[in-house]
């Protein structure tokens, strides 16, 4: 299973609410806005149609051990994940129609081009993902 806080599993997570954030271990948040695609339909779209990531946005796309790049109008940063959200590789500027993959990734964080590099993702590194806290009713 994914490594995740408890309360990122519900549905405050899944694609389209981009509530949730991924953090490293030592606290530094890899992505702020982190929407989750993990049924067919989300996977399926995932960045299409959009014209952009902004910096802190990022989607998570599981499970997922390779991306394509058609049909998209801007270049991503990719970073591949195990089934325990450490990252496997790093793909920085990853271009419209161009492919990746890792082997051993079971999701893909797709970044803003660059924001790999200014929020320190290395390989190796175990993410944790957290959702928001819920407003007290």
């Known amino acids: 299973m994914f490594r995740s806080a408890p309360s990122a599993r519900?549905?405050?997570?899944?694609?389209?609410?981009?509530g949730s954030r991924l953090v490293a271990p030592d606290g530094r948040t890899v992505c702020d806005r982190c929407s989750v695609?993990?049924?067919?339909?989300?996977?399926?779209?995932?960045?299409?149609?959009r014209r952009g990531l902004a910096p802190g946005e990022g989607l998570l796309l599981r499970p997922c051990s390779s991306i394509h790049m058609f049909f998209m109008?801007?270049?991503?940063?990719?970073?591949?994940?195990?089934?325990d959200l450490r990252v496997v590789r790093v793909v920085p500027n990853l271009r419209p129609w161009r492919l990746a993959a890792s082997k051993g990734a079971r999701?893909?964080?797709?970044?803003?081009?660059?924001?790999?590099?200014?929020?320190g993702i290395r390989t190796g590194e175990m993410l944790t993902l957290v959702a928001p806290a819920r407003a007290a009713a």
């Not at 519900?10 to 981009?18: D, V």
Request: net charge positive; aromatic share 8%; hydrophobic share 45%.
């Open 10 to 18: 519900g549905s405050s997570a899944r694609a389209g609410r981009g």
């Open 37 to 49: 695609a993990d049924t067919f339909f989300p996977r399926l779209r995932g960045l299409l149609g």
């Open 73 to 83: 109008r801007f270049a991503v940063d990719a970073v591949f994940l195990d089934r």
């Open 107 to 119: 999701s893909v964080l797709e970044l803003a081009a660059g924001e790999s590099a200014r929020r």
